[in-house]
């Protein structure tokens, strides 16, 4: 088993007013092992943002433990906690540049402020620049890149300090789906690369789809699942992750009477396999796909796929054999 990198224990959050008192976080559980990308996803308002705060004690929880690398966040002094914290990368939506300074100053920011000297962090600076692609912008200015451009500086400026995890708060929020999926692949990268341990929260089910290994759902200040990201996004086990994961515009009720239908379960196969091609193929009969809801995660598919059979009772056989050779499942269904 990896060691976990990230360790939540029982966590509670309420903030206090004069007159009231909410709770945004309650009994959460939760742990991030070393090399994984972790996604947290849930509804607005749902508490992932102020959970993600509680990991690095920018908000300090009413009850329950956050344990860093094997330390208890709560036990350290300021001092130590300022330390710790330079192992915590932060990435934020509105990528929270100084717009006075160059995107090469930008990535020096942290250094000056932990004692490099200048030339040190210059240097630092360049290379974390050429990582993320950015290498010919290093004297531009906020104002004169692109959102994407920013939020590459926002990564570069996380990685200065040599963290061991980097924390996205809704970092491709505020970009198009073209440069949220080139920063996504960017920080897949970097954890392939660099070994750091990436946790994104995101309100976006391609974002998880797209990049993470585990997955929390987070409702109603709670988390109501959590596990891989085809054991909760395929096989869903709570209201929360259905609504969230399968949602039901998403499926057609299918009621065919006499039309024979079967269900294939794909799970986990190559996702660039062309099984119903090859299938048809094989049996040299055509099928009526009715319904699909299948996933390209990490190079493999996940979900079903509904086709209409001819009637023929031969062919059927063939077909499910051939399916089922495979290592899928096909079985005959009356309705979706």
Known sequence: MAEPIIEIKGLGKSFRSKNTEVTALRDINLTVERGDIF???????????????????????????????????????????????????????????LMQRSAEA??????????????????????????????????????????GQKQRVAIARALAS???????????????????????????????????????????????EQICTKVAIISDSRIAESGTVEQVFFHPRTDAARKLVLPESRAPVLNLGSHRLYRIV??????????????????RTPVNIM???TRDID????????????DNDETVRRMVNYVTGQGLVMEEVREV
């Open 39 to 97: 996604g947290i996803i849930g509804m607005s308002g749902a508490g992932k943002s102020t959970l993600v705060r509680c990991i690095n004690m920018l908000e300090r929880p009413t009850e329950g433990t956050v344990f860093f690398d094997g330390r208890d966040l709560g036990r350290l002094s300021p001092r130590e906690l300022r330390q710790i914290r330079r192992s915590m990368g932060m990435i934020f939506q509105q990528f929270n540049l």
């Open 106 to 147: 930008n990535v020096c920011f942290p250094l000056e402020i932990a004692g490099v000297d200048r030339a040190t962090a210059r240097k630092r600076a360049r290379d974390l620049l050429e990582l993320v692609g950015l290498a010919d912008r290093a004297a531009y200015y906020p104002a004169q890149l692109s959102g």
């Open 162 to 208: 040599d963290p061991k995890v980097l924390l996205c708060d809704e970092a491709t929020s505020a970009l198009d789906p073209s440069t949220t999926a080139s920063i996504l692949a960017l920080l897949k990268d970097i954890n392939r690369r660099l070994g750091i341990t990436v946790v994104i929260i995101t309100h976006e089910m391609h974002v998880i």
């Open 266 to 283: 794909f799970d986990g196969g190559s996702s660039f396999e062309p099984v119903i091609a090859n299938m048809v193929l094989e049996c």
């Open 291 to 293: 319904f699909a809801d």
């Open 299 to 310: 190079g493999k598919a996940f979900g079903q796929m509904v086709v209409q059979v001819p």
